[in-house]
């Protein structure tokens, strides 16, 4: 079946570091991948996504490229400040009401 | 525009007992959903809705109950706690099928001891 697999956390990094969490997926057919983002006391918002193959999803500095040969789709971002201090979550959707999500991502960015 | 809220944002349950986790958008969206959340695991979903009066199972349903009286409100009920349903609830609509028009509650953290 279709699944999500990102990397454990806490990822702590400092002010002005660069990021990666990794995300890979299992699926049928041609899902939309995406992240979402859960800052402290808030739901999940979308992040940014990307529908088919090499498409690049981008926001708010952060980047993903969509990768069918190694079925990732590592978020990235070049210098990362305290606010972005949160959960990151991976998912998939292939269609209809089931979207699959990853275990989610605690990312701690130190002053 | 609250977008949509849950309440309420903590709940500890003994055993046996019963709850109802508040969930309404001000949105006028017609899709609606619960997912929880264990730790270190994806969310999953609970139950879905496609609009008022129509709500039908998603993966992990057991447990729980639902209804969609009005556009707004998507009430989810637990009619006898299990310490298996410890995790965090997430509320969620959409005005779309696509992932990506989904909107979500902060969540609520559920305990049963």
């Known amino acids: 079946g279709n699944s999500v697999t990102q990397m454990e956390g806490p990822v702590t990094l400092s002010e002005e570091a660069f990021l990666t969490i990794n995300c890979t997926y299992t699926?049928?057919?041609?899902?939309?991948l995406f992240w979402y983002v859960q800052y402290p006391g808030e739901g999940l918002q979308l992040l940014l996504k990307?529908?088919?193959?090499?498409d690049k999803g981008s926001n708010k500095g952060f980047e993903a490229t969509y990768r069918k040969e190694t079925t990732s789709f590592h978020l990235e971002k070049g210098s990362v400040q305290v606010s972005d201090s949160a959960v990151y979550f991976c998912?998939?959707?292939?269609?209809?009401?089931?979207?699959?999500f990853g275990a989610g991502t605690r990312l701690f960015v130190k002053a | 525009n609250a977008g949509v809220t849950q309440t309420p944002k903590f709940r500890i349950l003994k055993i046996g007992q019963s709850m109802t986790l508040q969930c309404t958008q001000d949105m006028n969206h017609n899709y609606m959903y619960w997912y929880r959340q264990d730790p270190g695991m994806g969310l999953k979903l609970i139950y879905y809705?496609?609009?008022?009066?129509?709500?039908d199972k998603g993966e992990v349903p057991n447990g729980y109950n639902v209804s969609r009286s009005t556009t707004e409100d998507f009430p989810l009920r637990l009619e006898l706690a299990a310490p298996s349903q410890t995790s965090v609830y997430f509320c969620?609509?959409?005005?779309?099928?696509?992932?990506?028009?989904?909107?979500f509650g902060p969540g609520t953290r559920l305990t049963v001891l």
């Open positions: 699926a049928t057919g041609y899902p939309s």
């Open positions: 809705s496609v609009g008022a009066g129509i709500t």
């Open positions: 990307a529908t088919k193959a090499d």
């Open positions: 998912a998939l959707h292939t269609g209809g009401f089931k979207t699959i």
């Open positions: 969620a609509s959409s005005y779309s099928t696509e992932a990506d028009t989904q909107y």
